[in-house]
């Protein structure tokens, strides 16, 4: 990420968690709607749960949070505590979105998830994105700890998906659309900080200093992790 100035976006299908982006958030079984007016009110429905369904395919996302301290997620995504947490300027990376980013003329939305217990399907008549951004933005309590800010863009553009290393290596394998995920470009001053897992190699730590001090950008502010004497939590030390 950092090495190459972007954002990876990664199709709603292929999310860690089956029932992010399900279409059966959405109740389409009263459903109106003058585009299928006299269509029996079963195929309306059928209609409508096969476009939430094809729109999930076609919408790639990239995964960000609030906070820069779980214990969970340094544990389940930082290969425990040993890698990094890259903060992001929101606001920076929104000015570097391309024109042509995605194939509808979109800037990616920024959209706080909610959480909730149950699935409590959303009615359906309502604007499209006020629709389906509940699709988008609705996951199981369990995950409410990861405080999600996602940024969401429905059919990106061909010139920006690329293979990842490990998928470029695989060059006899045939890959489903979906697999591939979608890169914004960021310039230097989209990284605001970057913070240091308490188990990080001291010589990765310093071979990534040296980078962004040279390549990346001298003002993006660095923290080490360290553990908190007097609780369960991490607290940072600038460097």
């Not at 950092?2 to 079984?29: M, V, W, Y």
């Not at 409508?48 to 960000?64: G, K, M, Q, Y």
């Not at 990094?84 to 042509?100: H, Y």
């Amino acid at each position: 990420m950092i090495g190459n100035h972007n954002l990876q976006f990664t199709n709603a299908s292929q999310l860690n968690d089956p029932f992010d982006c399900h279409p059966k958030l959405i109740d389409f079984s009263n459903i109106s709607t003058p585009r299928l007016s006299g269509f029996p009110k079963e195929w309306i429905k059928m209609i409508e749960e096969n476009d939430a369904l094809n729109l999930r395919n076609d919408t790639w996302l990239c995964s960000l949070s609030k906070v820069n301290d779980s214990l969970l997620m340094w544990s389940h995504y930082c290969h425990n505590h040993s890698g990094i947490c890259i903060g992001v300027d929101i606001d920076k990376a929104m000015e570097c979105v391309p024109p042509l980013f995605g194939q509808i003329l979109l800037e990616p939305l920024i959209i706080d998830v909610q959480y909730q217990d149950l699935i409590e399907s959303r009615e359906s008549n309502k604007g499209y994105y006020d629709k389906y951004k509940y699709q988008w933005a609705t996951k199981a309590k369990d995950w409410e700890y990861e405080q999600e800010v996602r940024l969401v863009i429905p059919k990106p553009s061909a010139r920006y998906f690329a293979l990842t290393q490990e998928q470029a290596k695989q060059s006899d394998k045939t890959f489903d659309w979906r697999e591939i995920h979608c890169y914004l470009p960021l310039k230097g001053d989209c990284f605001d900080s970057i913070y240091f897992g308490i188990n990080i190699k001291p010589t990765d730590r310093e071979e990534i200093i040296r980078y962004v001090r040279k390549d990346l950008n001298p003002q993006t502010k660095l923290f080490q992790m360290h553990e908190d004497d007097n609780a369960f939590r991490l607290k940072p030390e600038s460097i």
